[in-house]
């Protein structure tokens, strides 16, 4: 019998371009990951460390549409992406990069200032300091700060690189030493080229199907036929559902390059976000114009995660505890549903019923999230986990106040980690609006914050914890505000 992914096989077969090489993919079981398939065309620079995108052991480049060049290269962890979805890509390795006789200039600063450590992760790291290297727009300026280096290296892109056996000085100065690339740079020659287009494919493996459809009407048709499809597209979440919790899903449906998903509008009443935009995306091309986006994209997991992970896979798994929900619930932000009966719009606050339960009807996806515009003035988002950066938080909140003449005209709070679904603090939000804007008010409404949800003990924090966190957060924030001098 011939199923429904082999009817949209091409005839070409399934291949990635690496180092440079055209290579088939070959008779691999559907859910094998980039890593395991490289690592068995001898290509094993890459390692695995964790199988949870946290460590950056397995960071690899891949060709992406740039925003400010034709193509990007971007660092992403080759563990968690299934190279089913890598067909018709181009991957660049550690061992593309350069060899022992021409050694890559970040492979050459490694080496000289000490940085390469025992060797297990340093193919990753050289990988993610590429990425940054050939990142468009980074200067030679002088003008370093704390998180930039004088020739304009942002050390957050080696935040998903964990391990530091030789401390974290050896690195930053190899990351700061990089000069620009050289004009005869082949990997910076190729930026001027578009990357190629993934292969609208198909592959079966026993059960297991992966389908990669042309159009998100294909996609929407499958969802009808197949309720039980996973749609992908960063593989940020399945990815470890795969490696660490075996999960085989029949059907696997990648989204991530289809034109409908991928809007960017930032018009004069709204902001549009494509569903399947990755989080670097919307950062890099809202450039600081959502001010409470960017206070949370640094703070969502690693660089190398926000290479692929999407707000429209952080919605759609339903979690009490992902970072843009609490954001986005503060903007008052809503979600477009779309579905072969048509599209809907849904407000954020009212799309969460339950734990991983929400409004979204088993043939729908989500396509677009709007903001609303104006934003109100006083915005912030707070994290509260046990690392500072590349980790899950306990408790997560996002603060839109407007105060005029002294008198708070508007209050939305989003949170997230303090219940079954990620909520808005009615409760809060009713304390504050319509009274004075004055450390009384707010330390009244931190009472009430702090009894906001239904806070639990698990091995991240305790209930008791959870609670107090979020009343200090609503005094964090009033301080930080009254000390800007507002």
């Known amino acids: ?46 390692k695995e460390g964790c199988a949870e995108g946290e460590c950056g052991a397995c960071s690899v480049l891949v060709a992406r549409p740039g925003i400010d060049t034709q193509t990007e290269w971007t660092a992403v962890n080759a563990c968690l992406l299934p190279i089913a979805s890598l067909d018709g890509q181009e991957i660049v390795t550690s061992e593309g990069l350069g060899s022992p006789a021409a050694l890559h200039p970040v492979q050459e600063e490694m080496a000289v200032r000490g940085g390469s450590q025992c060797g297990y992760c340093t ?21 370093g700060d704390h998180e930039h280096g004088p020739n304009g290296f942002d050390l957050h892109s080696l935040s998903g690189n964990l391990c530091r056996c030789t401390g974290y000085r050896p690195i930053r100065d190899a990351a700061y030493a990089l000069g620009d690339p050289t004009e005869n740079d082949a990997l910076a020659v190729r930026r001027d080229s578009p990357p190629p287009p993934p292969a609208v494919t198909g592959m079966v493996t026993g059960e297991a199907e992966f389908v990669r459809p042309g159009s998100l009407d294909d996609v929407l048709g499958l969802l ?12 940020t979440d399945l990815g470890v559902q795969v490696n660490i919790f075996g999960s085989r899903p029949p059907l696997t449906v990648a989204i991530d390059r289809l034109a409908e998903l991928r809007e960017f509008a930032f018009g004069p009443d709204e902001v549009r976000l494509g569903a399947a935009l990755t989080l670097t995306e919307i950062e890099r091309r809202l450039a600081g114009r959502v ?13 190398l995660i926000r290479n692929g992970a999407t707000i429209g896979g952080n919605l759609g798994t339903g979690s009490p505890i992902g970072d843009t929900p609490p954001a986005l619930l503060a903007l008052d932000a809503s979600i477009v549903l779309a579905s072969r009966r ?49 980790d899950i938080s306990s408790v997560a909140i996002g603060y839109a106040v407007d105060v ?27 304390a504050l609006i319509g009274q004075p804007w004055t450390e009384r008010t707010v330390r009244e409404a931190a009472a009430v914050m702090a009894a906001e949800g239904t806070p639990m003990d698990d091995h991240r924090a305790s209930a008791s914890y959870r609670s107090a966190m979020l009343g200090q957060s609503l005094l964090r924030f009033y301080f930080a505000d009254e000390g800007a001098g507002a």
């Not at 960017?294 to 703070?299: G, K, L, N, T």
């Not at 005029?404 to 679904?421: K, L, N």
């Open 404 to 430: 005029v003449d002294g008198v708070v005209r508007q209050a939305r709070i989003g949170i997230g980690g303090a219940a079954a679904t990620p909520l808005r603090a009615r409760a809060t939000e009713a």
């Open 224 to 235: 009808v036929d197949r309720p039980g499809a996973q749609v992908v597209a960063g593989s």
């Open 291 to 303: 001010p409470l986006l960017a206070q949370m994209f640094p703070q969502f997991a690693s660089r």
């Open 123 to 143: 193919p990753g790291f050289i990988c993610s300091m590429a990425a940054e290297y050939y990142r468009p727009g980074r200067t030679t300026s002088t003008d």
């Open 1 to 46: 019998m011939t199923t429904q992914a082999q009817t949209r096989q091409t005839p070409r077969a399934p291949a990635v371009k690496v180092n440079g090489e055209d290579t088939a993919i070959g008779d691999v079981a559907v859910h094998t990951t980039a890593l395991d398939w490289l690592r068995d065309q001898g290509l094993t620079g890459a």
């Open 342 to 390: 048509g599209e809907r719009v849904v407000a954020l606050a009212d799309y969460f019923t339950g734990y991983r339960q929400t409004l979204k009807a088993p043939d729908e996806l989500i396509k677009t999230i709007v903001l609303p515009l104006p934003l109100e003035p006083l915005t912030a988002f707070h994290k509260i986990a046990k690392r500072r950066f590349d």
